[in-house]
């Protein structure tokens, strides 16, 4: 029900836009996430945009990386700038609603080569 596109290799100071698709479901009822988990470590929350448009973003990232929602196509994108190697990690799109009713996608790899 959640379906990502967009991930890549690309050098350092490059950009990647991640997107993710949800269906099945309500969307406006959700918030959407993004996670990555790096090799080695634990999967860490990156950005989160809630029902209401109000977003958080993971402080080593808040300056390079942005995201967005659009309730016509029930997407979630996450704009990523000035990328860095330590960014290299499988990028996952995550739903919850209010009912801690979520769903996970399959995972996206990001590579940034140094």
């Known amino acids: 029900q959640l379906v990502e596109s967009g991930g890549g290799l690309v050098q350092a100071g490059g950009s990647l836009r991640l997107s993710c698709s949800l269906s099945g479901r309500t969307f406006r009822y959700y918030a959407m996430g993004w996670y990555r988990e790096a090799p080695g470590k634990e999967r860490e929350l990156v950005a989160v945009?809630?029902?209401?448009?109000?977003?958080h973003i993971q402080d080593s990232v808040k300056d390079r990386f942005t995201i967005s929602r659009d309730g016509a196509t029930n997407t979630v994108v996450l704009q990523m700038d000035n990328l860095k190697p330590e960014d290299t990690a499988v990028y996952y799109c995550?739903?919850?609603?209010?009912?801690?009713?979520?769903?996970w996608g399959q995972g996206t790899q990001v590579t940034v080569s140094s």
């Open positions: 945009i809630r029902r209401g448009g109000t977003t």
């Open positions: 995550h739903a919850e609603n209010v009912y801690a009713h979520d769903y």
